[in-house]
């Protein structure tokens, strides 16, 4: 081997050590870094789903949702067949009524479902001390309130979808036409489940399981009996009966949003009644909604900064 080509490996070998070395060094920042925020938000959510399933969370929800469904199709099918003398619509304001009721059952059964199933996922690792084991690495804290979300919004979506699309869809076949609004009426339903989820997690960041699901179960009750305040004081004309519910929608917009659906799907005829729990003598606005995304995105906001000032 000639004395060139000698000369000529060195700085070559010299050049793959200090890549080899750059490559180290590159990765030894990334680990310190952590993993980037989408990727530890989907794992997050990943694992509270799994961790849901492995509770039999999801199991249990998915097979009373099936047998709500089970229930609702057969007092459906029921109905039409001994009113099938009467008119289509006659026949279609049955329908409706009977979706009205499925529809209230199922906002009620989203809602507690999101106060209970998330009341723990904080506080209970916070208290048994398994939140060190993922707190301590180099991964930002905000991250873990939002994968936490994540999970849980997307076990809501599911159950949305099955209680109340699947009231929906049932109503669609067995009518034999489309219902109006039905996106509008699932977006409502999700962004009410979306809402008490927010505010379950703010709370567990601070108070324990119990103490946050009795809060945030609270605050829904409170909006609920707010809502008839406010549906008599409308039907009776009295003002201050009104003020109180709209105080009560500005503290929890929960009920607004299912009176707000119950509006976009009621028949003439139900409307027509007046106050009940499956009508609206007064109908929140748009305005309400737009309170309740932005009162739901402050609800995670505020988790998060919570959850990065917590002493773990």
């Not at 009104?242 to 119950?262: C, Q």
């Not at 409307?271 to 995670?300: I, R």
């Amino acid at each position: 081997m000639s004395e060139n080509a000698i000369r000529a490996r060195v700085p070559t070998d010299s050049l793959e050590q200090q890549a080899a070395q750059h490559d180290a060094a590159a990765g030894t920042t990334a680990a310190l870094r952590g993993p980037g925020v989408l990727r530890t938000t989907a794992l997050l959510a990943g694992v509270t789903f799994r961790e849901a399933a492995r509770r039999k969370i999801l199991w249990i929800a998915a097979i009373a949702g099936a047998l709500f469904l089970v229930l609702f199709w057969t007092g459906l099918h029921a109905m039409l067949k001994s009113a099938v003398h009467l008119p289509v619509i006659s026949r279609r304001e049955g329908i409706s009524m009977m979706l009205m009721m499925a529809l209230y059952a199922a906002s009620m059964l989203t809602s507690m479902m999101a106060a209970l199933t998330s009341c723990d996922t904080l506080s209970g690792e916070i208290a048994s001390g398994t939140i060190h084991a993922i707190a301590t690495k180099p991964v930002r804290r905000w991250c873990l309130v939002l994968g936490k979300w994540t999970g849980f919004a997307g076990m809501l979506t599911l159950y949305v979808l099955l209680l109340a699309g699947g009231c929906l869809a049932l109503s669609c076949f067995e009518g034999r036409y489309l219902l109006p609004h039905i996106a509008v009426v699932l977006s409502l339903l999700w962004l009410q489940a979306a809402l008490l989820l927010g505010v379950t997690m703010a709370c567990s960041t601070t108070f324990s399981a119990l103490t946050s699901g009795a809060i945030t179960l609270g605050l829904y009750g409170l909006a609920f009996v707010g809502g008839w305040i406010e549906q008599f004081g409308a039907l009776r004309h009295i003002k201050t009966c009104v003020d109180l519910g709209i105080i009560s929608s500005l503290i929890m917009p929960s009920d607004a949003l299912w009176r707000r659906a119950a509006f976009k799907i009621q028949p003439p005829l139900l409307g027509a009644a007046g106050a009940s729990p499956f009508a609206s003598t007064l109908v929140p606005s748009n305005a309400m909604v737009v309170y309740a995304v932005l009162y739901a995105a402050l609800a995670l906001v505020l988790a998060a900064i919570l959850f990065e000032r917590r002493d773990l």
